[in-house]
């Protein structure tokens, strides 16, 4: 988990929502200018989960953490409310244990470590955690790792919420039960949320808007809404429909 900045100088916080408005970024490498983002808008209302698909190296991981404060765009406007980014590696501390890593999001907003230990404990027992307050990270499947990593961007207590990826690593049954889980923690635990997926169903699962973006640089080429009640079979119609419009959005044949 990353903390963003409070606040970015000369912009305003809203009230949990996110506003990207024809963002351009582009980088130095040693074989000239790359640039990944050209003209990007997309918005999170308050609440609202929005998913984020598209090609490898379309710049999605640069435009959470445009999002996150830890970049600064060349051209246009970001503006959000203090936000945490889960990376797509869980960066737990591997001599800490479950209960401690989770606790590090209390510890940095100054609290000391027993209460920061005691209040986040009772957390674990809500994310299918009981047990392995204890346990080190190297003791954790994959997905209690996540879990434990996600509770640590939770803890935070940013109103938004960037999420980079975060059941890539994880086999497919266990990536569908880690979906449903996070689907289930968000409406008990309200976010604004922008989650990067490669996976389009994960995006139509989740997500209550879809953005599309194309390949480098990554500009939104299309915005599939998704407003269908929760929890989500895939194989409803609903759902495969969305899908099939999202791969039509990327170019790819449903």
């Known amino acids: 988990m990353i903390e963003a900045p409070a606040l970015r100088s000369g912009e305003r916080h809203d009230t949990g929502g996110v506003r990207v408005e024809l963002v351009s970024r582009t980088f130095a490498s040693r074989t000239g200018a790359v640039q990944a983002l050209a003209g990007v808008s997309l918005r999170a209302d308050p609440g609202e989960i929005v998913t984020v698909v598209g090609p490898s190296g379309c710049?999605?991981?640069?435009?959470?953490?445009?999002?996150?404060?830890l970049q600064r765009p060349d051209a246009g406007t970001v503006?959000?409310?203090?936000?945490?980014?889960?990376?797509?590696?869980d960066l737990l501390?591997?001599?800490l244990t479950a209960v401690d890593n989770a606790a590090l999001a209390l510890r940095a907003r100054g609290i000391g470590r027993d209460e920061?230990?005691?209040?986040?404990?009772?957390?674990?027992?809500?994310?299918?955690?009981?047990?392995?307050?204890?346990?080190r990270p190297a003791q954790l499947s994959g997905g209690m790792r996540q879990r434990v990593?996600?509770?640590?961007?939770?803890?935070?207590?940013?109103?938004?919420?960037?999420?980079?990826?975060?059941?890539?690593?994880?086999?497919?049954?266990?990536?569908?039960?880690?979906?449903s889980w996070l689907a289930h923690v968000l409406a008990t635990e309200p976010r604004t949320v922008v989650l990067v997926t490669h996976d389009v169903e994960e995006a139509?699962?989740?997500?209550?808007?879809?953005?599309?973006?194309?390949p480098r640089p990554?500009?939104?080429?299309?915005?599939?809404?998704?407003?269908?009640?929760?929890?989500?079979?895939?194989?409803?119609?609903?759902?495969?429909?969305?899908?099939?419009?999202?791969l039509e959005a990327l170019g790819m044949p449903a």
């Open 149 to 179: 990593s996600f509770l640590r961007s939770l803890l935070a207590g940013k109103p938004v919420l960037a999420l980079d990826e975060p059941f890539a690593a994880l086999d497919a049954i266990t990536r569908a039960e880690m979906q």
């Open 218 to 246: 990554g500009r939104v080429v299309g915005e599939v809404a998704v407003p269908l009640a929760r929890p989500r079979r895939r194989t409803d119609p609903e759902v495969v429909a969305r899908r099939e419009r999202v």
């Open 116 to 135: 920061a230990r005691a209040a986040a404990a009772p957390w674990l027992e809500r994310f299918g955690l009981a047990g392995f307050e204890r346990t």
């Open 93 to 95: 501390l591997p001599w």
């Open 204 to 214: 139509v699962v989740l997500g209550d808007r879809v953005v599309v973006m194309s």
């Open 59 to 69: 710049g999605k991981t640069t435009l959470l953490e445009l999002i996150c404060g």
């Open 79 to 89: 503006v959000s409310a203090p936000a945490a980014l889960m990376p797509q590696r």
